[in-house]
């Protein structure tokens, strides 16, 4: 186990995350390689898509620390987020074993938002039940739609899917520090 300063791996957007104190941490490394991820989702290059197609819903997978990073900007709707499912299952890389940060921050909105919407989406799941997932969203709308997905999930046997308003908490999520 190795004693670090937690302040220094959650640099994201220029800012410094506060902390409180130190903590012991298995694998900084990987906290680091999360926080540089996310740093490349949350100016929205596009990681995958189909080509030709302008998805605001897009993804990274990094098999080496075993973590999907997904994004969204815009309005989503339910196509593309079923959508951004199936090409994940067609990706040789994805293992539905491991953990996934969902970055929504940039999200305006969501089509067709309804209760209704948001189960169909819950029916199917790609991750593992024991997989840890973080969403982050900073909207009132999204962060609903998103606690709403995880209590449909929740119903389902899913016990790894946390919402949460900052970068900090979700990478922490992550991390196997909650």
Known sequence: MIQIQARNLFRVGGRNYP???KREVKRPENLLIIGQKLRQSHVYSRFSQPEGNDVPYFYKIDKEYRLVISAGAG???????????????A?????????????????????GATA???QEVTE???????????VIANSDLIYG?????????????DQGIRVF??????????????
């Open 75 to 89: 309005v989503l709707t339910k196509g593309e987020i079923l959508g951004l499912q199936d090409r994940l299952l």
């Open 91 to 111: 990706d040789s890389e994805f293992d539905p074993s491991f953990a996934q940060l969902i970055n929504l921050t940039q999200v305006t909105g969501v089509e």
């Open 165 to 178: 308003r900052s970068l900090e908490e979700g990478l922490d999520w992550i991390a196997g520090r909650d």
């Open 145 to 157: 739609l998103s606690r709403m997905f995880q209590i449909f999930r929740e119903l389902k046997g």
């Open 116 to 118: 209704d919407g948001v």
């Open 19 to 21: 902390t409180r104190g």
């Open 124 to 134: 199917r799941s790609i991750f593992s039940l024991k997989s840890r997932r973080a």
